[in-house]
């Protein structure tokens, strides 16, 4: 190759570079947020994104590099350093709603290009409420009329085993177009008709995406596998197309009346350990096959104690868990006792080459269509549920935990002495 070749090939391809601005945002409040701004044609909307309470991951500036070059500004606001928040599930629990507002209409160059909201996880219902507080100062001027969501999530708390889901305030109160881009491999891919139609209830036009083979958060980290390096580079494709899509809902967008519901704060924290059931579920539904095809119902295993433990090979917890599930069975007669570990959403073939180097020595049951997923109430996995002699839920518990400690073992001695 000659240098002048190589010289022509170097300036093609770094031209072709959207270099990126960094801004600091002052809000009224005094906050500064950090925004990195990726240029983009000035008479073309600006795609607003607000990272998930787990923060940046560094991964970003590539999906935006290949906006800008579509023709969509993007700004990426550091919300966690501008507040000096924490990063996890707990992170946005305070957020303002008139910070993010103001962000927004700056993103707007005050009021005069549209703002594309763009969130993840639990930065969703932080969006939403800025945007509901912008719609009721200024009914009339609609600064925001899409948003595209990846994975959101709505819940109020940390969901108590076995629970109905409660869902915040701004679900209810949400009059946007929406997209939502939900990985088929996560609990909340079996909430999403629910979750459209929560939304739907504000007005909302929602439209909505499942990624399969791949897991939450495969937009921003590194790649576990092919599947999820393939769906990281399409990511920009997937936004763009979700506002093509969303740009021909045309209504004008007007502030939604909030529901009377009080909302729970967490500390996000999952509880620690078997606890006590508390919840609603009164029809326990079994009805599955295991690896040999024999059928198992609660009947079929009436006057034991069961533990019902709903997992995927694709959830980390369910995995690490599944050896002490093992040793927790070894530790107690089967005739009194019996693991029942159920497998949502995957196919016989492939549980059982993920279980092959495996020794597992409890029933492995498969529900290929998650039909477990709604009498159970099932939100994420793993969840379990041990259950006693009479077929009553007992002990509940979202997580996994190391199943042959001396306290499970101590209570599923007691729940077996009970007449």
């Known amino acids: 190759m000659t240098t002048r070749l190589l010289f022509i090939l170097l300036f093609l391809f770094f031209s072709n570079i959207i270099h990126a601005t960094e801004k600091l945002f002052q809000t009224a409040s005094q906050a500064e947020i950090p925004v990195t701004v990726f240029e983009a044609d000035k008479s073309s909307p600006v795609l607003l994104w607000i990272p998930s309470e787990f923060g940046l991951r560094g991964r970003e500036d590539v999906t935006a590099q290949a906006l800008a070059k579509k023709g969509i500004e993007v700004w990426i606001a550091d919300l966690h350093s501008a507040f000096f928040l924490p990063f996890g599930r707990s992170s946005y629990n305070d957020i303002q709603n008139e910070d993010i507002a103001e962000l927004i209409i700056a993103a707007s160059n005050n009021k005069?290009?549209?703002?594309?909201?763009?969130?993840t996880g639990r930065a969703a219902p932080v969006a939403l409420r800025a945007v509901r507080n912008l719609q009721a100062n200024k009914p009339t001027n609609s600064i925001v009329k899409r948003a595209i969501l990846f994975h959101p999530n709505f819940y109020t708390n940390t969901v108590n085993v076995g629970d109905e889901i409660d869902y915040l305030p701004i679900t209810y109160a949400t009059n946007l177009a929406i997209y939502i881009v939900q990985p088929g491999l996560s609990g909340k891919s079996y909430q999403l008709k629910t979750l459209s139609k929560h939304l739907q209830k504000g007005g909302s036009d929602v439209m909505s995406q499942i990624i399969?083979?791949?897991?939450?958060?495969?937009?921003?980290?590194e790649p576990d596998n092919e599947l999820e390096k393939q769906a990281y580079l399409k990511t920009p494709s997937v936004i763009f197309k979700a506002a093509n899509i969303l740009s021909h809902f045309k209504k004008e967008r007007h502030a939604v009346k909030l529901p009377e519901i009080t909302s729970k704060k967490s500390s996000g924290r999952l509880n620690a350990g078997l606890q006590p059931y508390k919840g609603t579920i009164k029809e326990l539904y079994l009805n599955f096959n295991d690896r040999k095809n024999q059928h198992h119902t609660l009947s079929s295993h009436k006057g034991k104690i069961i533990l019902i433990n709903f997992w995927a090979?694709?959830?980390?917890?369910?995995?690490?868990e599944l050896p002490s599930l093992n040793r927790l069975q070894k530790k107690i007669d089967s005739d009194l006792f019996t693991v029942l570990a159920v497998n949502i959403g995957e196919d016989k073939k492939t549980v059982s080459d993920f279980l092959k180097p495996m020794k597992i020595n409890f029933p492995v049951l498969f529900d290929p269509d998650g039909k477990a997923v709604k009498p159970w109430n099932l939100v994420a996995f793993p969840s379990s549920f041990l259950v006693d002699k009479k077929g009553n839920i007992r002990y509940g518990l979202f997580g996994g935990i190391e199943w042959d400690n001396d306290e499970v073992v101590g209570i599923i001695n007691k729940l077996q002495a009970e007449e």
């Open 212 to 221: 399969p083979g791949v897991s939450d958060g495969f937009n921003i980290r």
């Open 313 to 320: 090979s694709w959830c980390p917890p369910c995995v690490k």
């Open 112 to 119: 005069q290009r549209e703002v594309i909201l763009f969130a």
